[in-house]
């Protein structure tokens, strides 16, 4: 199974549509948001490219494929105009034998630092704080693919899972770090 992973797109029109051109060179079978899709948060300066109406649009070309979790600056307003639900805490996926537990990570029992117990072997897949993770701890992998529009930490960026092994890339599509087996 191949899987492109993103969060934190935060209405930004512009990297929406450099993450589609992504989505389509690496041909997933399954997109994995993990929420703040279209709003940008109080805290936050408004991404380049902010277009919450393009950016939805782009979105709901591909709703068939995505798996969304909802962010702390998602809204059920935004449910009314995604085609795909957005608005579960977390979402469970099984890839290759694995478990992938997908949430936002803002939420007490659902971030990285008070994460549920899951069995080796499993990976925790979280966005909220924009900044790249990719990390084993106690048998579990924890992965944060950044931002792709408002990184913390330099860059934008997005995951791709392939066949059990994760990779993180910079939204121009270059290796920043892979998961070591």
């Not at 969304?68 to 600056?73: E, I, K, Q």
């Not at 992998?141 to 529009?149: E, H, K």
């Amino acid at each position: 199974m191949k899987l492109v992973i993103a969060s934190d797109l935060h209405g930004s029109a512009a990297a929406v549509r450099t993450l589609a051109t992504r989505i389509e060179e690496e041909a997933p079978d399954r997109i994995v948001l993990l929420g703040d899709l279209l709003y940008h948060g109080p805290r936050n300066d408004l991404p380049q490219g902010y277009a919450p109406k393009e950016a939805l649009a782009i979105l709901n070309g591909m709703a068939d494929s995505i798996v969304a979790v909802r962010g702390n600056c998602d809204a059920e307003v935004d449910q009314m105009v995604l085609d795909f639900p957005c608005m579960a805490d977390y979402a469970l996926i099984e890839a290759d034998g694995r478990l992938l537990y997908c949430t936002h990570g803002h939420l007490p029992g659902k971030s990285p630092d008070d994460a549920p117990a899951l069995p080796k072997g499993s990976a925790f897949l979280s966005g909220h704080t924009h900044a790249k993770t990719l990390e084993e701890r106690n048998g579990v992998l924890f992965v944060n693919p950044g931002s792709t529009s408002i990184p913390k930490d330099g860059s934008a960026s997005y995951a791709v899972y392939d066949q059990g092994e994760f990779t993180l890339k910079s939204l121009e599509g270059e290796t920043i770090r892979e998961q070591r087996r």
